[in-house]
């Protein structure tokens, strides 16, 4: 039985028995006890579902990640320690030393970084392509040994919407899959899978944790992808793997189970990026007020920016809902019910007008954070990005007067006088 997305939020993912918790226990344990080792080896085989150690897998994880891949409209998922390892794990899932990523130039810079410089280094090339090229433009970024395009819904901190359909079209035509990380939105927002994509990771850490408690990541499978029918490209997937007793994940899991089997019994047993239960607990509460949290970070990002738009000391506002912004078309479509609660400025008197106005804020905190319960800011030049001058960050498409600012759950006219009052101590 499938419910709307509210009752998914509060109710995905673990349904007790008759006397059993109310609330997703925190199985606190390390390890889980066999009768035989007959019944272990099962397990070790793949040839039974069962916990045996929790770097693999563990309840209170997989109920959560349940509830995510519910959420998301996949098949299958599973958690990470971080939004860096789910990135990383669903792209190096399907890329070996020699194969190549078609990515998103806007995505963010962990994801970027990881891409360009660590990936680089294990021989997997990548091209960036702007989100807003051209189909032409995206097909020639292809290469024969190219197998996945990496994509971000609304990019943290550019703001700008990935039109998923025309990057799902070009990865599809390619025959490969196309990755999305839906951090931005969540699922309450968009869900990719609906659109096209066929991995949809995720930075829990963000809205979904939504109260800076935990960092944590999750990849979500859409089971849509049909790795037989591109066997040669990803013979990860379509050929036995040595190293756990020749299965051939393709084949004994499915299209529905296949990526996120082979992602934990290699990788995670490789890596061991885990989050920990008590990590996947907390996750777990903020996904039960998800969506209705999200709503009201958007309600405060979008009556910021109108704010703000309207505002003497303020050259320019991003923000996706505002009807001037360059992806407003893209974000009606992708996010008809709102986009985020990041809203990033430009303050007309630069580097110093921005050290006054955040001086001056009292509610919204500095800190390098976005997505909380608590409305925080950054200015990059003053912080991030301190050591490049008001040229190199102009280049960079970064004005020194740049202030990020991440709406939270407090009432909006308070966010509003906060903001004008600092603003009238600018120059
Ligand atoms: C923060 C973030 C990440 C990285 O996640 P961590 O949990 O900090 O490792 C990846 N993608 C996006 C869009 C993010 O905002």
């Keep these: 039985m499938s419910y709307r997305i509210e009752t998914t939020c509060v109710q995905g993912g673990y349904t007790p028995g008759n006397g059993e918790p109310r609330q997703i226990p925190i199985v606190q344990s390390t390890t889980f006890k066999y009768a035989t080792s007959e019944a272990m080896g099962k397990l070790f085989d793949l040839e039974d579902n069962g916990y045996f150690y929790t770097r693999l897998q563990n309840p209170t994880n997989d109920h959560v990640a349940a509830k995510i891949a519910q959420l998301e409209g996949g098949t299958a998922a599973m958690l990470t320690s971080s939004g860096q390892a789910a990135s990383f794990f669903s792209m190096f899932n399907l890329c070996s030393c020699g194969d190549h990523i078609v990515a998103s130039s806007t995505i963010y810079g962990g994801t970027f970084n990881l891409i360009s410089v660590t990936m680089a280094r294990m021989g997997i090339s990548a091209t960036f392509v702007d989100p807003d090229c051209t189909e032409e433009e995206l097909n020639a970024a292809f290469r024969p040994n190219t197998k996945c395009v990496f994509g971000e819904t609304i990019a943290n901190p550019a703001l700008t919407v990935l039109d998923i359909e025309k990057f799902a079209r070009a990865a599809h035509a390619h025959g490969v899959p196309l990755i999305v990380d839906n951090t931005f939105p969540t699922p309450v927002g968009c869900r990719p899978i609906e659109w096209g994509a066929d ?34 490209k990803f013979p990860g997937l379509t050929t036995p793997d040595e190293s756990y007793h020749g299965i051939t994940y393709a084949e004994k899991f499915g299209m529905a189970g296949a990526f996120i089997t082979k992602c934990t019994a290699q990788l995670m047993r490789d890596f061991g990026a885990i989050q920990s239960p008590q990590n ?23 009556a910021v920016a109108e704010f703000l738009a309207g505002h003497p000391k303020v050259a320019k506002v991003t923000y996706p809902g505002l009807p001037g912004d360059k992806y407003h078309a893209l974000a009606q479509k992708y996010l008809p019910n709102g986009s985020c609660g990041v809203v990033s400025f430009d303050l007309k008197g630069g580097r110093q007008a921005a050290s006054v106005f955040m001086k001056n804020l009292k509610l919204a905190a500095i800190e390098t954070h976005v997505a909380d319960a608590r409305t925080c800011c950054l200015n990059p030049a003053t912080s991030t990005h301190r050591q490049m001058t008001d040229e190199q960050l102009a280049a960079a498409g970064i004005p020194a007067g740049l202030v990020r600012m991440s709406c939270g759950l407090e009432n909006k006219n308070d966010l509003i006088e906060d903001i004008a009052q600092a603003l009238d101590a600018v120059e």
């Design 280 to 302: 996947a607990f907390y996750l777990n509460l903020g996904l039960e007020s998800l969506h209705v949290r999200m709503a009201r970070h958007c309600e405060n990002g979008q």
């Design 199 to 232: 991995i949809v990771t995720h930075s829990t850490t963000k809205y979904m944790d939504g109260h800076g408690v935990a960092v944590g990541g999750a990849i979500v499978d859409s089971g849509k992808f049909d790795w037989m029918a591109h066997a040669e």
